[in-house]
Nanobody, 119 residues
């Protein structure tokens, strides 16, 4: 069974940076490479999860407009990992960030990692 574990969240000041990691287990690297990897976030106000960034199996990426130019998604297929580099953070980025691995209509989710940006 595929399991995803996020790490790298924490408390940072406005303008700071964090790098989130998503580690996948229970899956061989060749299969991990076929998954689209996505990062979502959900604020404490609970308006549902919003898609922040994705990178597909071909390495193409796309971003939420509010993070474009500040966040970078990447993947390391050999080690079953995905990353989200977050720069120039602001308080509006404070959320729980979730990693998702999606393929053929199915998805696997991690437990989330909290990011808090202080003003």
């Amino acid at each position: 069974q595929v399991q995803l574990v996020e790490s790298g969240g924490g408390l940072v000041q406005t303008g700071g940076s964090l790098r989130l990691s998503c580690s996948a287990s229970g899956i061989v690297a060749a299969t991990f490479a076929t998954y689209d990897m996505k990062w979502y976030r959900q604020r404490a106000t609970g308006n549902g999860r919003e898609l922040v960034a994705l990178i597909d199996s071909s390495g193409r990426s796309n971003y939420l407009g509010a993070v474009k130019g500040r966040f970078t998604i990447s993947r390391d297929n050999a080690n079953n990992r995905a990353y989200l580099q977050m720069n120039s953070l602001n308080p509006e980025d404070s959320s729980v960030y979730y990693c998702s691995a999606e393929h053929n209509g199915g998805s696997h989710w991690g437990q989330g990692t909290q990011v808090t940006v202080s003003s």
